[in-house]
């Protein structure tokens, strides 16, 4: 199949999802939602079934890849791994010295990103409203509590990483919950970064990798069973699960608020460090700085919302399409 501008548009959008996925507090899901192409990944992810395996014994090539939506899933895909890969340094770095003002971007999209969902909700009546309003409050008091625990214990074990690999992906592609912050929450994200550190230089012992093996099957568990369960909630109860959504990006603004305290000074690793959220003593340059920047980037991600705006409808009939195949 020839390259088309679909297909380098999936690209950029994928690219913007792995620059979101490397931010601490920041989820790919929430860039989804935004670009308009959430319920179809959810959709091709959920794809991933009987119904695929027996296309595939089958030989049925084009209608598995129709079924699963495999020029999308790729095309995103190829966007995830370039944005990962060329922006992470960048973002340690950002938010290693310039962290005020990089949480106070952070803080900006996110919450343009709840007034987006917001609209997504769309109750039929005042007590659908009324019961969105109190989904979304609970589902923010939620997220506001769970980011704010500390980090447990980590175990060695197989069960364990295997449970860590399917929580965390779980948490990937949920908008407003941060699959890395969590992987942190259940202390696994320094051992786990370390060993795919390792794996990279090719210094890895067999034991690490196993133990790499058995995560990476708990995410491809906790994906594709989550996924299904996301697809039917979308279905059968949307107004709610927006609602629920967007509470969850209410409540994780606790995790990007800009003026923070570095509690570890003398550690030198970002994915080592802990800060507490304080408030500004007075009103100077850097309050101000922190404001606009937040203000420029509600507007950007409203403005991505728009740009993004035209695929709902074609994402939506396409995964309809993909599912009657």
Same mark, same amino acid.
């Given at each position: ?33 935004v670009l308009g192409i959430y319920e179809r990944l959810v959709t091709a ?44 340094? @960048?973002?340690?770095? +950002? *938010?290693? %010295? ?9 803080? &900006?999209?996110? /919450? !343009? #990103?709840?007034?987006?969902v917001a609209k997504m909700v769309r109750p039929r009546g005042l007590g ?100 299904? @369960?996301?697809?039917? +909630? *979308?279905? %059968? ?9 967007? &509470?969850?990006? /209410? !409540? #994780? ?58 695929a709902p409808a074609q994402n939506n009939r396409l995964a309809k399409d993909?599912?009657?195949?």
């Amino acid at each position: 199949m020839r390259p088309q501008i679909q297909d380098v548009v999936q690209v950029v959008r994928g690219f913007l999802m792995g620059g979101a996925d490397i931010i601490p507090g920041v989820s790919g899901g929430t860039i989804a939602l935004v670009l308009g192409i959430y319920e179809r990944l959810v959709t091709a992810i959920s794809h991933v079934d009987g119904q695929l395996v027996r296309l595939l014994l089958g030989r049925q090539w084009q209608a598995a890849a129709s079924y699963v939506d495999l020029r999308f899933v790729v095309s995103l895909g190829l966007g995830i791994v370039l944005g990962i890969g060329s922006l992470a340094g @960048l973002m340690g770095h +950002l *938010l290693l %010295h310039q962290r005020n003002y990089t949480l106070a971007v952070f803080f &900006g999209l996110i /919450l !343009g #990103s709840s007034v987006i969902v917001a609209k997504m909700v769309r109750p039929r009546g005042l007590g659908t409203g009324l019961g969105a309003c109190l989904l979304a409050a609970g589902a923010a008091c939620f997220a506001f509590w769970l980011v704010g625990l500390e980090q447990v214990g980590f175990h060695d074990s197989p069960w364990y990483f295997f449970g860590c690999g399917a929580v965390a992906i779980c948490a990937m592609i949920l908008p407003g919950i941060s699959g890395a912050y969590i992987l942190w929450l259940l202390g696994a994200y320094v051992v786990v970064t370390g060993i795919i550190h390792d794996a990279i230089k090719l210094q890895a012992a067999p034991g690490e990798l196993l133990s790499l093996g058995i995560f990476a099957a708990g995410c491809a568990t906790g994906l594709v069973l989550f996924s299904k @369960l996301l697809k039917w +909630l *979308l279905a %059968h109860a949307h107004a709610p699960v927006m609602s629920i959504l967007g &509470g969850f990006m /209410l !409540g #994780s603004l606790r995790l990007m608020w800009p003026f923070q305290e570095d509690l570890t000074p003398t550690i030198e690793k970002l994915k080592l460090k802990r800060y507490q959220a304080t408030l500004p003593q007075q009103w100077d340059a850097e309050v101000t700085v922190c404001l606009l920047l937040a203000v420029v980037a509600v507007i950007g991600v409203l403005g991505l919302e728009r740009w993004g705006s035209g695929a709902p409808a074609q994402n939506n009939r396409l995964a309809k399409d993909a599912s009657r195949s």
